[in-house]
């Protein structure tokens, strides 16, 4: 009866009919649709989790939210993060996300990544199929990153395993094939790899993954192979190789944190993915608004000569736990034993090039925060675009923030999840994911010294429906966040 309801409601109301009380009303804000272009004060009407109407007339609800002096804007979507499980949803939704996808390493088994979120989830989520975790099952017969462990154990001498750094054999590159279907098929949005923390896998091994997202329809999600400021093994040819895989292959491509990954080479490689996209390829990027990268010390990223590779010294990499920058006797010490670093290693006129241009999406690059420690990236990354970059430094305008961070990533992934075609957006019928903030105070507080501290000036924030951040604070007790999943209306 409910949903019957619930649909008479939403056609009246596109019929400009509004009912006598909703569920839920915002009232009185600023109303941002990126999609419309809609910029006026309006009331919004929600009818379990739609949107039923908005209004230029005041509306009555159960429950009201006044919005006068707020934007109200569609929920952020977050592609980019990795700590969805591990402790990161509080903060990520006291930044206005609605909506956190683990797109670049994956998961696997995914079924079972997603079943252990239902009824526990403060916004929704969903997940890739991982290439890592797939050449993590097939060669060496764990299930898991986390089963996996450290990379190398305390005490002995550092080793590789053989999961990142052997080539697959022909047979083990079939089972890698399949375990990425099996996770495709139970819900995975795209396939996702890291080859610079993988250097074992081969270009026919990647370029087999090419085709297995060209064939179901999925976008890749691509950590790129060759990065730094060698001209000739660089960034740049770490661009071309994904983009000549994406060429024959036909798969949608999607270039993760591209201020860490491109450095120096940012506007040539946005040249490049622009003059892909003109060529009929389905290309897009992300960056994520700090000037400071984070990874694990013990990966491939920190093979061989990396110091000319990436153009930095052991003192711009800090060690979380005690904030310390690492030296030379230090590095190999904290290398042995592993764990996630942070590298200053990006200036700002790149960056703000690209979280200032149009097409790149926002993306945070979330990592679980260990015993309150690591990357503030998690925390902040939505607000510090509104504070800092729109209103502090006017390195983009209001409504192409909110763009970047709402409608271009549902559209993103939209071809694998039509569902999303409900997200990004404000519109009758939309999903009732909701970011209401002061655009005068919206503001990043979390810092590389004291992470854990929430994003100020967004006091509410709406997840299907329910409200979830009510005047800067958590509400308790409600968990509406629902899976994003392949083949979702």
């Known amino acids: 009866m409910r949903t019957a309801l619930s649909f008479l409601v939403l056609l009246a109301a596109a019929c400009g009919t509004p009912r006598a009380s909703y569920d839920l009303v915002v009232s009185n804000g600023r109303v941002m649709d990126p999609e419309s272009g809609l910029d006026q004060v309006r009331s919004i009407g929600v009818i379990a989790d739609r949107i039923a109407v908005i209004s230029e007339q005041p509306l009555a609800g159960k ?82 990153v986390a089963e996996e462990g450290a990379w190398r154990e305390k005490g002995e001498e550092a080793q590789p395993p053989a999961w990142s750094h052997h080539a697959a054999t022909p047979d083990q590159r ?40 060209q064939a179901k329809g999925v976008p890749i999600y691509a950590h790129l192979r060759l990065m730094g400021l060698d001209p000739i093994t660089g960034s740049l040819a770490g661009v071309q190789e994904v983009l000549s895989d994406a060429l024959v292959s036909g798969a949608s491509t999607h270039f993760v944190h591209l201020g860490s990954s491109t450095g120096t080479f940012a506007k040539p490689v946005v040249e490049m993915i622009e003059a892909a996209r003109t060529h009929g390829l389905d290309v ?133 999840a039509p569902r999303m075609a409900r997200k990004g957006r404000i519109a009758v019928g939309a999903d009732a994911d909701l970011a209401i903030f002061d655009p005068a105070t919206v503001i990043d507080r979390a810092t590389f010294a004291d992470p854990q501290q929430a994003s100020a000036g967004i006091p509410y924030v709406v997840v299907n429906g329910t409200v979830v951040v009510r005047k800067g604070d958590l509400v308790t007790g409600v968990h509406p966040g629902r899976a994003i999943k392949r083949g979702d209306q």
């Open 284 to 416: 897009t990027g992300e960056v994520y608004p700090y000037t400071a990268a984070s990874t694990g010390i013990q990966t491939g990223m920190f093979d061989g000569d990396w110091q000319s590779r990436l153009g930095i010294g052991f003192g711009e990499i800090e060690w979380p736990p005690t904030g310390e920058r690492l030296t030379a006797a230090t590095f190999p010490r904290y290398r042995k034993q592993g764990g996630a670093v942070i590298i200053h290693s990006m200036k700002d006129e790149h960056v703000d090039f690209l979280v200032g241009h149009p097409g790149i999406i926002i993306a945070s690059d979330a990592m679980p925060l260990i015993d309150g420690r690591g990357h503030p990236r998690g925390v902040g990354t939505f607000a510090r675009v509104l504070g800092r970059y729109v209103r502090e430094k006017n390195t983009l305008p209001l409504m192409e923030a909110i763009r970047k961070m709402t409608l271009l990533p549902a559209e993103r992934v939209r071809g694998a």
């Open 174 to 213: 079939s089972q890698i094939g399949k375990t990425l279907e099996d996770g495709l098929d139970h819900g995975g949005l795209g396939i996702g790899f890291e080859l610079n923390e993988a250097p074992g896998s081969t270009r026919e091994e990647v370029l087999s993954l090419f085709k297995i997202a």
């Open 63 to 144: 429950d009201t939210i006044d919005a006068s002096g707020l934007i109200v804007a569609p929920g952020f979507i977050d592609l980019h993060s990795h700590s969805i499980p591990g402790g990161g949803q509080p903060w990520q939704v006291r930044d206005g996300v609605t909506t956190a996808l683990e797109l670049e390493e994956g998961a696997y088994p995914v079924a079972e990544w997603l079943t252990a979120l239902e009824g526990k989830s403060l916004i929704n989520y969903g997940v890739s199929a991982g290439h890592i975790p797939a050449r993590i099952a097939v060669i060496q017969g764990a299930r898991t």
